[in-house]
């Protein structure tokens, strides 16, 4: 054993891709064992290793975690990512909830059928253009926020890039993963048998 965190998941963004990036953004390594095929899946289901038959899984600390806010909490936590105080850490609950919402319709919404799909992604922009940080009306906090990631991105267009705990995630051949292609569907299609 390692001793890093083991994840079980396809190899897609999906469910995981947040807690990717939350561990990345924390400096903390983690391997990943990839499902890639319903067999896969299955062994881990008789395995009786996934509390509701589904993955995301995490082995971490003696614990077989899954649901993906579990999860992200249990790291969050870990790793000082959770705020000071409880009022502190209802806020970011509300924040990341709101953002899992979106999250939602995204890692699913190439699935659906023409017409359907087009929906989804008007509804998404619909949420993404007026679900703010603070409350349902966009306030003095988003102005400054949208603001102040437009001028950092005149200053340097990779500025994303800059956070240097999230650098080398952002980089080709990262653990990042790629966004779905019609091949990734398929094999996403083949494992859960929809
Ligand atoms: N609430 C769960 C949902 C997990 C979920 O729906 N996982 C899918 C893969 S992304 C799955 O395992 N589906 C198979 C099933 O539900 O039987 C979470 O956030 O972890």
């Known amino acids: 054993m390692s001793g890093k965190p083991l994840f079980h998941y396809d190899e897609v963004r999906g469910r995981m891709e947040?807690?990717?990036?939350?561990?990345?953004?924390?400096?903390?390594?983690?391997e990943e064992k990839f499902i890639q095929t319903n067999e896969d899946l299955e062994k881990l289901r008789s395995d009786g290793v996934l509390m509701f038959q589904q993955v995301p899984m995490v082995e971490v600390d003696g614990m077989k975690l899954v649901q993906?806010?579990?999860?992200l909490n249990y790291f969050s936590s870990k790793y000082n990512?959770?705020?000071?105080?409880?009022?502190?850490?209802?806020?970011?609950?509300?924040?990341?909830e709101g953002l899992a919402d979106l999250n939602d319709i995204f890692i699913i919404y190439p699935f659906f059928p023409p017409g359907v799909k087009e929906a989804k992604i008007s509804l998404m922009k619909e949420k993404a253009t007026n679900h703010y940080l603070?409350?349902?009306?966009?306030?003095?906090?988003?102005?400054?926020?949208?603001?102040?990631?437009?001028?950092?991105?005149?200053?340097?267009?990779n500025i994303i890039a800059n956070f240097p705990l999230l650098q080398k995630f952002l980089q080709p051949g990262s653990q990042r993963q790629p966004p779905l292609d019609e091949k990734a569907m398929e094999k996403i299609k083949m494992i859960f048998k929809f």
């Open 134 to 157: 603070v409350g349902n009306k966009l306030s003095k906090a988003d102005i400054h926020l949208v603001e102040m990631i437009y001028n950092m991105e005149e200053l340097d267009a």
């Open 18 to 30: 947040s807690v990717r990036w939350l561990l990345a953004a924390a400096g903390v390594e983690y």
């Open 81 to 96: 990512l959770y705020g000071k105080d409880m009022k502190e850490r209802a806020l970011i609950d509300m924040y990341s």
């Open 68 to 71: 993906t806010r579990a999860i």
